[in-house]
Each structure stands twice: as structure tokens, then as C-alpha cells.
T-cell receptor, first 118, second 115 residues
Framework: AQTVTQSQPEMSVQEAETVTLSCTYD???????LFWYKQPPSRQMILVIR??????QNATENRFSVNFQKAAKSFSLKISDSQLGDAAMYFC???????????????FGKGTHLIIQP | DTGVSQDPRHKITKRGQNVTFRCDPI?????LYWYRQTLGQGPEFLTY????????KSRLLSDRFSAERPKGSFSTLEIQRTEQGDSAMYLC?????????????FGPGTRLLVL
């Protein structure tokens, strides 16, 4: 079974600065997907960024980028120019890839609570 | 696309009662997933459907839980004889196999409190 570990229960960053959230995972599969989801207080889960394991290039979405280290099974999220609206719980998630394509049930970490200091 | 919707958003029930939740996925999404999220934890996978077929069930899905997706559109999750340990947020998500099924889009969840 796959596991996802987020070792930082809470992180705090000054507005406009950069913060990195850590995630490690354990799997015996070679083909899979990794995701970062954001869950603002009392609001629904939103996809921030995703990475296909077969791609060597790190994914980037505007101010959000990942550092994907497949051999180390590490998948960190970097948020540049932090904004007040970035405050939320951030979850790292793992999804298996089957021959039929796509991820099935995701395995989530426990989350990191990101605080943005004005 | 309208997003994934769930109903009700909140449910308070007494121990031993049955409850049913509904999820409407993004239209034309053929995969639908149910997760449970307890306070301070990440979501835990319960089950998923591809069209009307239930393809995978987690060991978390006890005999008191049943899910259906009769016409491959909306889905229901029923919990029979609720227990206090069932108190959680129940999340629904959907994805499109035709678009690679890479991303699951989540609904707002149904928060269940069992007294």
C-alpha cells in the first residue's frame, strides 16, 4: 500500500515571501501521479498542481511549482510571492496509474496548515 | 462546467439512524469517488464508480455503508445504523476518463454529526 507523509503540520510565511511545503511518499509502483490540493477553511478542495511520475520536468502553475525527486520519493511544493488568499490546508496526494489510464482512489497526507502573515 | 455538488451540506442525526447523501458530478464525468475526512486528517478513499459500475471499495467501507450510481450520473452514499465514529466530512469527487482521468474535482462535502 502507498503512504504519503507531510512532516510539517503547520507553516507560516510573510506575505510576498516564498515557502516550501514538504511531502514524501512510499510506493513500489513505477508509474503514478502526484497532486497538491488546497482546502481553504470551510471551502472545497481545489487542485493546485499535478505531476506525472514519468515526466522528469517539474510542473509549474503560475506562482506554484514542485520539486519532484523520484528516486528520493519526494514531492515538495514551492509557493512564490505568497498572498493572503494562499492561506489554507495543503494536502499532498498520490494516485496509481493503471493500464486503463488515470488515477483511481487517491492516498492523501495529513496536510500542512499554511498561515500567511500580513 | 458546473462543479461537483453535494446534498445536504450538513446533517445531524442520532445514533442508530440511517442517512443518505447525494453527489452530482461534473456532467459527462464518468468516474465518481467517495472519500471520508475526519478532523485534522486528509481524505480517505472509500469507493469509486466508473459509469454505473462500482470498481473499488476500501476496507473502510463497512457493511453499514452502501453506495450506488444507478444511471451513471449522480451517486448516493447511505450509512445504516449510524455510529458516533461515522461523524466526518464525506467528500465526493469526479473525473473524466476521456480526459485522462488525471484530476479529481471535489465537491464541497457533506458534514455529518452523529449524536
Amino acid at each position: 500500500a502507498q503512504t504519503v507523509t507531510q512532516s510539517q503540520p503547520e507553516m507560516s510565511v510573510q506575505e510576498a515571501e516564498t515557502v516550501t511545503l514538504s511531502c514524501t511518499y512510499d510506493t513500489s509502483e513505477s508509474d503514478y501521479y502526484l497532486f497538491w490540493y488546497k482546502q481553504p477553511p470551510s471551502r472545497q478542495m481545489i487542485l493546485v498542481i499535478r505531476q506525472e511520475a514519468y515526466k522528469q520536468q517539474n510542473a509549474t502553475e503560475n506562482r506554484f511549482s514542485v520539486n519532484f525527486q523520484k528516486a528520493a520519493k519526494s514531492f515538495s511544493l514551492k509557493i512564490s510571492d505568497s498572498q493572503l488568499g494562499d492561506a489554507a490546508m495543503y494536502f499532498c496526494a498520490y494516485g496509481s496509474s493503471y493500464s486503463g489510464g488515470g488515477a483511481d482512489g487517491l492516498t492523501f497526507g495529513k496536510g500542512t496548515h499554511l498561515i500567511i502573515q500580513p | 462546467d458546473t462543479g461537483v455538488s453535494q446534498d445536504p451540506r450538513h446533517k445531524i442525526t442520532k445514533r442508530g439512524q440511517n442517512v443518505t447523501f447525494r453527489c452530482d458530478p461534473i456532467s459527462e464525468h464518468n468516474r465518481l469517488y467517495w472519500y471520508r475526512q475526519t478532523l485534522g486528517q486528509g481524505p480517505e478513499f472509500l469507493t469509486y464508480f466508473q459509469n454505473e459500475a462500482q470498481l473499488e471499495k476500501s476496507r473502510l467501507l463497512s457493511d453499514r455503508f452502501s453506495a450506488e450510481r444507478p444511471k451513471g450520473s449522480f451517486s448516493t452514499l447511505e450509512i445504516q445504523r449510524t455510529e458516533q465514529g461515522d461523524s466526518a466530512m464525506y467528500l465526493c469527487a469526479s473525473s473524466s476518463l476521456s480526459r485522462g482521468a488525471l484530476t479529481q474535482y471535489f465537491g464541497p462535502g457533506t458534514r455529518l454529526l452523529v449524536l
